[in-house]
């Protein structure tokens, strides 16, 4: 045996003043009465204990007191106490839990196992919970209050994400180290990397919730603007079967509530099937993709990953502004420039004389030798610009032989697939830029002079071309790769826009480094599987092994402070009897 709070035997010392007041004896004063005799006959047909009842109870005032003071330093019995465990429940509430091989569900039947662990705790012992899903949560810190416990088990949320079982232990080790006969039961489905070496391990206890495990689910889904039709998306989707044989299935892939289109597929056993598909998108949302399994033999026990969905964003199909007056329509420059916008699909054209108030962002302004004094917003393209404006003043003309092409970038995209330096240019207009804004130069003249400019401004990029269309002052409108020229320009200059206005591509939700939604939340639907393809895989891993979770039974280790305070309440009741007799004698 032994005492939690042994201090509290100094308590004993109070033994002290109650044996001082009991022997403590009051001068009395002796008087004789008429009925002297009959008292001493009375007093002689006394029971001998009768006379010890001072010592008696003095006896009996010491023993109260002891057994307060015992009842106070909390005895035990240290073979019960040292058998008291302290365990750290791990549950797995990865995707894969899900999976209905274990009826009703392996996560329902782990939760119906922690409750029962938890149950049968004896007094004294404690416990803490910690989840593995994709966040190592420790739900329950130790306690030995079993309502709590199990308050905690029943408010674990479904399963979803990742496992991350070897670091919930690793937390687990942590958190009983120091303490008496610690526990980790480990309650998972075993269908995660090193299953096998977290069995084996001495310290770990592992419960295994599996089945026939077989399932076929969505693994990749991923979606691209199409670079030709801006109102439709690439859609790679792939679909993985993991069992020993293979399934037929069909795939619906279509906007959220909007019209699907249907895609048979057949995938071998442990293999997986893959389509590149294009879907039409007629605003921005959900593209859903949801499977159904057509084999009647082939079983799929999960289906948390039978339907995934990425978010796609509608684009407008981009613009370009082509601004010149009606005398400038009628130039064979004007017109081939025109020409080669309308003869690239991904682009509409639209010619006006007066330049937009306020360009749409998927837009370029083309500016056809006339140049305001303010240049618009956005991406602008000017070709032999004629005038001054805020960015720069002119500066005269480079004729002849001081226009010919020096150098070209060969590396810029504006000049990509143009052979710009073999191009015979005689005539140039030369501007004066101002100094504050960054520019780059992507051919030059042999006089030094820039025949085709850069400008990078806050308000958008601006492309110059310097070099004359006019078929007597170069041969650029006579070259083939005039059209190339045009269509580099106003891409780039698209591009441009796009990244400053930050447009990105659609962003697949729940794929591998992928990025949620504003507002999305966790009850959404993505197949976990699109974060990690072996949550689709429900069999167990490297043969991991399942430990047999023993009942405990019931230790009746009543309190024995509450027997002794037991015993001294039954003794001051007898002690308080005798002293003031009230027993007959």
Request: contains cysteine.
């Amino acid at each position: 045996m032994s005492f939690h709070n042994p201090g509290m035997w100094l308590l004993a010392a109070l033994a002290v003043p109650i044996v001082v007041f009991y022997v403590w004896h009051f001068t009395s004063r002796r008087y004789v009465v008429a009925t002297f005799p009959l008292w001493q006959q009375a007093l002689a047909r006394r029971p001998v204990w009768f006379v010890l009842r001072f010592w008696l109870s003095l006896a009996a005032q010491l023993a109260i007191l002891l057994l307060m003071v015992a009842a106070l330093a909390r005895p035990y019995w240290t073979a019960i106490f040292s058998a008291r465990r302290n365990i750290v429940l791990v549950m797995d509430v990865s995707t894969s839990m899900a999976a209905t091989d274990v009826a009703p569900s392996r996560f329902d039947a782990m939760r119906s196992e922690a409750e029962r662990i938890v149950r049968q705790m004896n007094r004294g012992e404690q416990a803490a919970i910690v989840t593995a899903g994709s966040v190592v949560r420790v739900v329950r810190r130790f306690s030995e209050d079993r309502g709590k416990l199990l308050r905690a088990i029943q408010a674990i949320e479904p399963p979803g994400g990742t496992s991350a079982v070897p670091q919930a232990v690793g937390l687990a080790r942590r958190m009983v180290a120091g303490k008496p006969n610690a526990r980790i039961i480990v309650l998972t489905d075993g269908a995660f990397a090193g299953a096998g070496r977290l069995s084996q391990a001495e310290d770990v206890q592992m419960k295994l919730f599996s089945g026939e495990s077989e399932n076929v689910g969505i693994t990749r889904l991923d979606a691209r603007p199409d670079p030709v039709q801006p109102d439709r998306v690439h859609v790679f989707v792939e679909v993985a079967s993991c069992a020993d044989r293979p399934a037929r299935c069909s795939l619906r892939l279509g906007m959220e509530d909007g019209e699907a289109q249907t895609i048979p597929l057949a995938v071998p056993a442990g293999a997986a099937a893959a389509r590149v598909v294009s879907c039409p998108v007629t605003k921005t949302g959900r593209l859903v993709a949801r499977l159904e399994i057509d084999d009647a033999q082939a079983r799929d026990t999960l289906a948390a990953d039978n339907e995934a969905w990425t978010l796609v964003t509608a684009r407008a199909r981009p613009m370009a502004w082509l601004v010149a007056t009606e005398a400038r329509r009628g130039e064979p420059a004007f017109q081939a420039i025109r020409e080669a916008i309308e003869s690239d699909p991904t682009v509409d054209v639209r010619v006006v004389e007066t330049i937009p108030a306020e360009p749409p962002e998927h837009s370029v302004t083309i500016l056809y030798k006339d140049v305001p004094q303010k240049l618009p917003t956005g991406s602008v393209w000017i070709v032999e610009p004629l005038g001054a404006c805020e960015v720069w003043s002119e500066a005269g003309t480079v004729r002849d032989a001081a226009a010919a092409v020096k150098e070209a970038a060969t590396d810029s995209p504006l000049v990509d697939g143009v052979d710009f330096a073999g191009a015979v240019i005689e005539q140039a207009v030369r501007l004066e830029f101002a100094a504050e804004l960054p520019r780059e130069t992507i051919a030059e003249s042999a006089s030094g002079d820039p025949l085709y400019s850069v400008v990078h401004r806050p308000d958008g990029a601006i492309a110059v071309v310097h070099a004359s269309l006019d078929p007597d002052h170069s041969d650029l409108l006579l070259r083939p790769d005039f059209a190339r020229l045009v269509q580099n320009a106003v891409h780039w200059l698209l591009s441009e826009a796009d990244r400053r206005n930050g447009a990105r591509a659609p962003a697949a939700m729940g794929a591998s480094g992928s990025r949620r939604a504003e507002g999305e939340t966790r009850a959404d639907k993505a197949a976990p599987s699109l974060t990690d393809r072996a949550e689709s895989d429900l069999r167990v891993r490297e043969d991991a092994g399942s430990d047999t979770l023993e009942s405990v039974e019931p230790v009746s280790d009543q309190p024995l402070w509450t027997l002794l305070v037991g015993i001294a309440v039954l003794l001051a009741s007898v002690e308080w009897c005798l002293y003031h007799r009230r027993v007959v004698v």
